[in-house]
Every structure is written in C-alpha cells, then in structure tokens.
C-alpha cells in the first residue's frame, strides 16, 4: 500500500522559516513527480512546488525564491523548506505523488495519491 505522512507544519512569525516532511512507503520515486500543494478553506488547491524524478524543479510564483522542493532517496522522504513566510502562506500543505506522467505540473489531478496534510499558520 503506499502512503504518504505528512509532518513538520506549525504556527509561525511572518518572516519566519519551517521545513515540512512527507515520508514514502510503497512509492517508487524514481520513475515519477512529487509535489506540494496548499490549500485554504473554501479555495481550490494550489500547486506550491514539483520535483520530477530528474531532479528538475517547478515553483509558484508566489514562492519562488523562498520554498525548496526536495527528495532524499536514502530516506524516501520529500521535503519543503520554506522561509521569509508570509501570512498568505497559511494553509493546509498536502505532499502528492503520481504514478503516472505528469503533464501539467500543478494540475491536482496528475496526482493520484496523496497525504493527510500537515497544516501551516504564519501570523503577522
């Protein structure tokens, strides 16, 4: 069964840092994309950052500069660094992965597998 956990959200000071985890079990990374997306209540869910099995990264405009997307294989475990937060970041953040080709990046639905959310709080 794969799974995808989430962890590592809290409340923080804007201009603050925090680095979200999403641990892998029964994923095979190294063929397809993983992602990060957020979503507030009552909004649709937005793609925050991609990271294909190359290596190669896709970010937000709104958090480029400051989030980095990142997998580490040994521990099967992907990452969000996320710093200079801004209350516009608050949201629930989900960590998704596909089994399948990923065409358009931050289209929720190239992702069939998903995890529970870890929620993010940036007070001004």
């Known amino acids: 069964v794969v799974q995808l956990v989430e962890s590592g959200g809290g409340s923080v000071q804007s201009g603050g840092s925090l680095r979200l985890s999403c641990i892998t079990s029964?994923?095979?990374?190294?063929?397809?994309?993983m992602a990060w997306f957020r979503q507030v209540p009552g909004l649709e869910r937005e793609g925050v950052a991609v990271i294909d099995s190359d290596g190669s990264t896709v970010y937000a405009e709104s958090v480029k500069g400051r989030f980095t997307i990142s997998y580490d294989n040994a521990k099967n475990t992907l990452y969000l660094e996320m710093s200079e937060l801004k209350p516009e970041d608050t949201a629930m953040y989900y960590c998704a992965a596909s089994e399948y080709i990923v065409r358009v990046k931050f289209r929720e639905e190239e992702y069939n597998i998903w995890g529970q959310g870890t929620q993010v709080t940036v007070s001004s």
């Open positions: 029964g994923y095979t990374y190294v063929s397809y994309s």
